[in-house]
């Protein structure tokens, strides 16, 4: 038995097919449109179960399954790049939509709440913390003084903010809004704080000899994982 987040399918299809007679593999994903797409992309493997879900909830989620340990986890994280490519869905910095970023969209904030209704103080703390930007400062500044003119709803809005924010020779280092597009997706889906968590609990629900992989994106995930992993070995060894 194994878990995984769905996304555009491509580990589950391999998985799938691995395990074809041999097990199940439970795919979790919050993004229903993901669910859709791996439900028509797996339709030909009956060892699936598809699972609209966090996966910060993944030992009620078991539970709820009547299943007490799985053999294996893929945790692929962060945003798909069909997500990303959905234009309406707001996620990219390449084209225009409104401010959106939610991967459920039954959750209610949205990267244009974030924007508009956050403290200068709290844009700032999570440009910095969640985009590692150094100019979050005049980032969190533009984006206060702009929304005093107009509300703002559109992400090219906010990328011609950020680009104002940045001095034009630090801008050479790929898309100037890359950061803060990037902060403020974590935000809008709590993408950090719960990591931590996510993983000892993934861990406790391995069977002996099970296997767990993480795969990140970026060092603040990156160090959200190294610390849950190196503190259950810890653990392990004191216990
Ligand atoms: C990088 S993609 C996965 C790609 C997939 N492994 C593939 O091969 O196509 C990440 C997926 O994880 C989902 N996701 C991110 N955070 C999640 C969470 N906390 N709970 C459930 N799904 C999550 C996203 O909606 C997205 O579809």
């Not at 869905?89 to 459920?104: E, K, N, T, V």
């Not at 039954?106 to 703390?125: G, H, I, P, Q, W």
């Not at 160090?223 to 849950?228: F, H, Q």
């Amino acid at each position: 038995m194994l878990m995984e987040h769905f996304g555009g399918a491509g580990h589950s299809f391999e998985i799938a097919q691995k395990l074809q007679g041999k097990g199940m593999l439970i795919g979790i994903d919050r993004d229903e449109e993901a669910i859709e797409t791996a439900k028509i992309k797996l339709a030909r493997f009956n060892n699936v179960k598809y699972i609209y879900g966090n996966h910060d909830e993944i030992k009620e989620i078991l539970s709820e399954l009547n299943i007490n340990g799985v053999d294996g986890i893929l945790l692929d994280l962060g945003v798909s790049s069909y997500q990303i490519d959905s234009r309406e869905r707001g996620f990219s910095y390449m084209s225009d939509s409104i401010l959106d970023m939610r991967m459920d969209k039954s959750d209610t904030l949205t990267a244009k709440d974030v924007v508009n209704t956050y403290s200068e103080e709290e844009l700032f703390r999570v440009i910095n913390e969640y985009g590692e930007e150094r100019f979050a400062k005049n980032i969190a500044r533009n984006i206060c003084e702009e929304r005093k003119k107009k509300e703002i709803v559109n992400t090219s809005e906010l990328v011609e903010i950020v680009r104002k924010s940045i001095p034009i020779k630090f801008q050479k280092d790929g898309h100037p809004a890359k950061r803060t597009f990037q902060a403020i997706r974590i935000e809008v889906n709590d993408e950090i704080k719960p990591l931590y968590d996510t993983i000892m609990n993934s861990i406790k629900i391995l069977n002996p000899h099970g296997r767990m992989c993480v795969i990140t994106f970026h060092s603040l995930e990156d160090r959200a994982v190294k610390k849950a992993f190196t503190d259950a070995l810890r653990k392990m060894y004191l216990s």
